[in-house]
């Protein structure tokens, strides 16, 4: 087992330069899709830093106009006090209505993002063709779907906040001109100084942050593959080689996190001191302006105060330029997913109902992803209404591809698949699993009820479930299940055998009542007579069915009508099960191999009977 590291979808380093720019980019479309909450979060947020600014206006005027008078009388009256509290809840009750404006919108904003982009990307893989699936690690495509939207998004949290921030310096400087200019100068030297400090932090961030979250996809890589290869870790006793493996792995992303946060913990405290700087400086000039008689120390204090109340808010720039880096490498690992090529295109086309469905392949050529050579290689088939098809050949010959290609789960590079006499790309979509159906060998059960397993939430009634349930041979252990239909079998069946997995997902298909249907090695676990009793069952189901089978048992290939033999991606030779044993020696080597099996399992059977 490895990591898949070399095949995950990764984009190329986000250059330094552009890093705002694109960033920016990505904010703007965010800020679009969301018009009305991220509207109401940024009227928050002038509220907050209208209040904001305004509260050392208030408290400049009040100092001027209460405290002073006071101070000189020597006395305070009860109007003043009035007037000091009025004021200060005033500005309080806007400062407060703006935050919540601005948290809960800006909130609803960033979470209908992260939504809305997850179902993007659930919809594109739904979209994309099995090929490409096979190109990407699961683990990795859990991470896209989860982590990097998160990354993508989480930028919209200080979003609203660093906008209101930016209204506050407008309305901060302009007040601090008016109060005094060479102040105002001195004061707003400080925010050039705070905005080159966070360039320079966005710059050594990007690149670790990057390193960060492919680390976090191969973490859940190693973690996803390693539940899922449960039943062979513990069989073969890999538990700690296993533990080892996704210890390692951790311990990456522990290490890249931590330099993260190192190199947070170095640039925030030096970003929080600039403003903090800029306040003492105010305070020093101011206070020797005052000793000279050209400044009231009312400006001073306003001038102070505003400067104090700025240094918190001012971050919010740069917690929004810290992000910008994590956004777009989030942004850059989606885009990757849903700027994906190989979807597949419908037509307008509709199938005919009723009669069994025809089947017809010509000279189909397919190679997978990656791979120069074909594994279908010119490849004509016809699996006429009605009929039973067996493809018999040797492992690796081709059968199952050429079982999806029959099904257009991937398209052929050359050639034509046609069901009906329809081309296969030129139908609408639906109209093929409509009418057709695969069971594959390797079963998927949900966490739900036997019945749920079967019509997948579609609406039915118990009757014909059970008569599906019948012709798949799965009706009697059914009924023996504690609930019946309504047992729940756990996450991927695990409270069933391997052959009663195989009769649920066929019923699950016959339920569907296709018009062709595929079996892909699909009876591989249940005993040669439950096999037989199953293909037969399918002649009889109403209105019949068309079968093609991926046979690996001489019982199965006896029941066929026609029979394909297949080596390396060809079809050798066809015809009926007699013929193909006479002139095929291909073929006649491996019925032979089955036999050979089938008596030596029959043989064992046998002595265990006797013992």
Known sequence: MSAHASSAPVPRPVADRAVLRRGLRVIWGGMRAQRRPVSVAVVGSVLWAAATVGTAGAIGWLTAEVVEPAVGARRIEAAGLWTIFGVLVAVLVVNVTGVILRRVYATIAGFNLQADYRQRVTRQYLRLPLSWHHAHPSGQLLSNAHADVEATWQVFNPLPMAIGVIFMLVIAGTMMVLVDPLLAVLGLLVFPGLFAANLVFQRVMSPRITRAQQLRAEVAEVAHESFEAGLV???????????????????????????????????????????????????????????????????????????????????????VLAEIPRSVVGHDRVQHVL?????????????????????????????????????????????????????????????????NLTLRLVDADTGSVRLDGVEARDLARGQLPASAALVAQQTFMFDDTVR?????????????????????????????????????????????????????????????????????????????SVEQAILTGLREARGGMTVLVVAYRLATILLADEVVYMEHGAVVDQGSHGELLGRCRGYADLVQAYSREAAERAAVTRQEEGA
């Open 452 to 528: 749920g397993n079967i019509t997948l939430g579609e609406d039915s009634d118990d009757e014909a479930v059970w008569e599906s349930l019948r012709i798949a041979q799965a009706d009697e252990f059914v009924r023996s299940l504690p609930a019946g239909l309504d047992t729940v079998i756990g996450e991927r069946g695990g409270t069933l055998s391997g052959g009663q997995r195989q009769r649920i997902a066929l019923a699950r298909s016959i339920w569907r009542r296709p018009r062709l249907l595929v079996l892909d090695d699909a009876t591989s676990a249940v005993d040669p």
């Open 339 to 403: 700027q994906a090529e190989g979807g597949m295109s419908y037509g307008s086309s509709a199938l005919p109902g009723g009669d069994p469905a025809s089947s017809r392949l010509a000279g189909v050529t397919y190679a997978h992803v990656g791979e120069e050579r074909p594994t279908i290689r010119g490849v004509s088939l016809d699996v006429p209404s009605g009929g039973t098809v067996a493809l018999v050949g040797p492992t690796g010959s081709g059968k199952s591809t050429l079982a």
């Open 233 to 319: 870790v513990k069989a073969m006793g890999r538990e700690d080689q296993e533990t080892a493996r996704f210890r390692a792995k951790t311990y990456e992303l522990r290490d890249a996190l931590i330099l993260v946060g190192r190199t947070r913990g170095v640039f925030e405290p030096v970003i929080e001191a600039i403003p903090t700087l800029g306040t003492l400086a105010v305070l020093g000039v101011g206070t020797w302006q005052v000793s000279r008689g050209d400044l009231d120390a009312a400006d001073v204090v306003q001038m102070a105060y505003l400067f104090s109340i700025l240094a918190f808010p001012v971050r919010a720039l740069g917690w």
